[in-house]
Protein backbone atom coordinates (compact mmCIF):
# COMPACT_ATOMS: atom_id res chain seq x y z
CA UNK A 1 0.00 0.00 0.00
CA UNK A 2 1.36 3.38 -0.83
CA UNK A 3 1.87 5.59 2.05
CA UNK A 4 -0.42 8.66 1.61
CA UNK A 5 1.52 12.35 1.11
CA UNK A 6 1.24 15.39 2.56
CA UNK A 7 -0.99 17.99 1.30
CA UNK A 8 1.61 20.29 0.21
CA UNK A 9 3.56 17.58 -1.53
CA UNK A 10 0.35 16.38 -3.51
CA UNK A 11 -0.46 19.96 -4.10
CA UNK A 12 2.57 20.76 -5.38
CA UNK A 13 2.67 17.91 -7.69
CA UNK A 14 -0.78 18.92 -9.27
CA UNK A 15 1.34 21.60 -10.29
CA UNK A 16 4.11 20.68 -11.32
CA UNK A 17 1.60 18.77 -13.69
CA UNK A 18 -0.01 21.39 -14.79
CA UNK A 19 3.02 23.23 -15.67
CA UNK A 20 4.27 20.60 -17.83
CA UNK A 21 0.71 20.07 -19.61
CA UNK A 22 0.79 23.63 -20.34
CA UNK A 23 4.36 23.47 -21.78
CA UNK A 24 3.28 20.45 -23.76
CA UNK A 25 0.37 22.23 -25.15
CA UNK A 26 2.72 25.48 -25.97
CA UNK A 27 5.09 22.54 -28.01
CA UNK A 28 2.21 21.09 -29.35
CA UNK A 29 0.57 24.62 -30.65
CA UNK A 30 4.19 25.89 -32.42
CA UNK A 31 4.73 22.31 -33.61
CA UNK A 32 1.03 22.93 -35.47
CA UNK A 33 1.98 25.77 -36.39
CA UNK A 34 4.65 24.50 -38.52
CA UNK A 35 2.26 21.76 -41.04
CA UNK A 36 1.03 22.98 -44.10
CA UNK A 37 -2.80 23.57 -43.65
CA UNK A 38 -5.20 24.92 -46.61
CA UNK A 39 -6.38 27.53 -45.03
CA UNK A 40 -4.93 30.33 -41.52
CA UNK A 41 -7.78 29.60 -40.02
CA UNK A 42 -7.54 25.71 -39.91
CA UNK A 43 -6.18 24.34 -36.93
CA UNK A 44 -5.32 20.36 -36.32
CA UNK A 45 -6.13 21.28 -32.55
CA UNK A 46 -3.15 19.18 -31.26
CA UNK A 47 -3.29 21.43 -28.39
CA UNK A 48 -6.35 20.41 -26.80
CA UNK A 49 -4.53 16.98 -26.31
CA UNK A 50 -3.47 18.31 -23.07
CA UNK A 51 -6.60 20.18 -22.17
CA UNK A 52 -8.16 16.70 -22.25
CA UNK A 53 -5.65 14.99 -19.88
CA UNK A 54 -6.06 17.97 -18.07
CA UNK A 55 -9.67 17.76 -17.24
CA UNK A 56 -9.12 13.72 -16.90
CA UNK A 57 -6.32 13.37 -14.48
CA UNK A 58 -6.59 16.83 -12.65
CA UNK A 59 -10.34 18.02 -12.63
CA UNK A 60 -12.29 20.58 -14.44
CA UNK A 61 -10.35 23.65 -12.64
CA UNK A 62 -7.10 22.49 -13.77
CA UNK A 63 -8.34 21.90 -17.68
CA UNK A 64 -9.50 25.51 -17.80
CA UNK A 65 -5.86 26.89 -16.14
CA UNK A 66 -4.11 24.65 -18.84
CA UNK A 67 -6.27 26.14 -21.74
CA UNK A 68 -5.95 29.43 -20.44
CA UNK A 69 -2.43 29.49 -19.86
CA UNK A 70 -1.45 27.67 -23.21
CA UNK A 71 -3.45 30.14 -24.86
CA UNK A 72 -1.78 32.97 -23.87
CA UNK A 73 1.81 31.79 -24.04
CA UNK A 74 1.03 30.38 -27.39
CA UNK A 75 -0.12 33.39 -28.49
CA UNK A 76 2.94 35.54 -26.81
CA UNK A 77 5.34 32.83 -29.00
CA UNK A 78 3.43 33.25 -32.40
CA UNK A 79 3.42 36.92 -31.70
CA UNK A 80 -0.51 37.20 -32.02
CA UNK A 81 -1.04 38.20 -28.41
CA UNK A 82 -4.18 40.79 -28.00
CA UNK A 83 -4.59 40.84 -31.58
CA UNK A 84 -8.11 38.94 -33.71
CA UNK A 85 -6.28 35.53 -33.05
CA UNK A 86 -5.71 35.56 -29.83
CA UNK A 87 -9.30 36.09 -29.33
CA UNK A 88 -10.77 33.56 -31.10
CA UNK A 89 -8.82 30.95 -29.96
CA UNK A 90 -9.07 32.09 -26.02
CA UNK A 91 -13.01 32.18 -26.79
CA UNK A 92 -13.35 28.91 -28.94
CA UNK A 93 -10.65 27.38 -26.31
CA UNK A 94 -12.59 28.37 -23.37
CA UNK A 95 -15.92 27.59 -24.87
CA UNK A 96 -14.69 24.03 -25.89
CA UNK A 97 -13.14 23.13 -22.33
CA UNK A 98 -16.54 24.38 -21.25
CA UNK A 99 -18.43 21.94 -23.32
CA UNK A 100 -15.70 19.17 -22.74
CA UNK A 101 -16.17 19.51 -18.85
CA UNK A 102 -19.91 19.28 -19.22
CA UNK A 103 -19.38 16.36 -21.38
CA UNK A 104 -16.77 14.38 -19.23
CA UNK A 105 -18.30 15.02 -15.55
CA UNK A 106 -22.23 14.56 -16.86
CA UNK A 107 -21.50 10.68 -15.73
CA UNK A 108 -21.34 7.26 -17.05
CA UNK A 109 -23.27 9.21 -20.53
CA UNK A 110 -22.33 7.64 -23.88
CA UNK A 111 -19.04 9.35 -24.61
CA UNK A 112 -15.87 8.25 -24.71
CA UNK A 113 -12.54 10.50 -24.43
CA UNK A 114 -13.38 10.64 -28.28
CA UNK A 115 -16.79 11.81 -28.02
CA UNK A 116 -15.85 14.54 -24.84
CA UNK A 117 -13.26 15.47 -27.35
CA UNK A 118 -15.56 15.75 -30.40
CA UNK A 119 -17.46 18.44 -28.62
CA UNK A 120 -14.95 20.19 -27.90
CA UNK A 121 -13.93 20.46 -31.23
CA UNK A 122 -17.57 21.45 -32.80
CA UNK A 123 -17.97 24.11 -29.80
CA UNK A 124 -14.54 25.65 -30.48
CA UNK A 125 -15.29 25.24 -34.18
CA UNK A 126 -19.14 27.20 -33.91
CA UNK A 127 -17.75 29.94 -31.14
CA UNK A 128 -14.94 30.57 -33.09
CA UNK A 129 -17.47 30.77 -36.65
CA UNK A 130 -19.70 33.02 -34.20
CA UNK A 131 -16.97 35.82 -33.13
CA UNK A 132 -15.30 36.23 -36.52
CA UNK A 133 -19.19 37.13 -37.90
CA UNK A 134 -19.81 39.41 -35.27
CA UNK A 135 -16.49 40.98 -35.29
CA UNK A 136 -14.55 40.69 -38.63
CA UNK A 137 -16.64 39.57 -41.45
CA UNK A 138 -20.85 40.26 -40.44
CA UNK A 139 -21.75 38.50 -43.68
CA UNK A 140 -24.04 35.60 -43.50
CA UNK A 141 -22.63 33.96 -46.81
CA UNK A 142 -19.35 33.28 -44.29
CA UNK A 143 -21.86 30.64 -42.99
CA UNK A 144 -21.69 28.46 -45.78
CA UNK A 145 -18.13 27.40 -45.06
CA UNK A 146 -19.61 26.24 -41.37
CA UNK A 147 -20.12 22.63 -42.49
CA UNK A 148 -16.56 22.38 -44.41
CA UNK A 149 -15.08 23.75 -40.82
CA UNK A 150 -17.40 21.11 -39.04
CA UNK A 151 -16.31 17.88 -40.80
CA UNK A 152 -12.65 19.27 -39.97
CA UNK A 153 -13.66 19.63 -36.40
CA UNK A 154 -15.33 15.82 -36.51
CA UNK A 155 -12.20 14.64 -37.85
CA UNK A 156 -9.97 16.61 -35.62
CA UNK A 157 -11.97 16.22 -32.73
CA UNK A 158 -11.63 12.23 -33.35
CA UNK A 159 -7.59 12.21 -33.86
CA UNK A 160 -7.58 14.24 -30.86
CA UNK A 161 -9.68 11.52 -28.42
CA UNK A 162 -8.09 8.85 -30.17
CA UNK A 163 -4.78 10.28 -28.89
CA UNK A 164 -6.19 11.06 -25.93
CA UNK A 165 -7.35 7.07 -25.33
CA UNK A 166 -3.80 5.78 -25.77
CA UNK A 167 -1.79 8.45 -23.68
CA UNK A 168 -4.30 7.41 -21.14
CA UNK A 169 -3.62 3.56 -21.50
CA UNK A 170 0.12 4.25 -21.58
CA UNK A 171 0.32 6.69 -18.53
CA UNK A 172 -0.53 3.50 -16.18
CA UNK A 173 -3.39 4.61 -14.20
CA UNK A 174 -6.67 5.22 -14.20
CA UNK A 175 -8.43 8.19 -13.97
CA UNK A 176 -10.67 9.00 -10.97
CA UNK A 177 -14.21 8.86 -12.73
CA UNK A 178 -16.33 11.73 -11.92
Not at 131 to 140: A, D, E, P, T
Not at 158 to 167: D, Q, R, S
Request: hydrophobic letters at 55%; charged letters at 10%; glycine letters at 10%.
Amino acid sequence: MKPEMPDSIAHNKRIVIMALMVALGVILHRLEALLPLPSPWIKLGLANLMTLMALVYLGSREAFIVTLLRVILGSILAGTFLGPTFFLSLTGGLAGTAIMCGVYNGGKGPFSLVGVSVCGAYTHTFMTAICVYFFLIKQSSFFVLLPFFFSLALITGILTGVAGNFLSRKMEFLPEQP
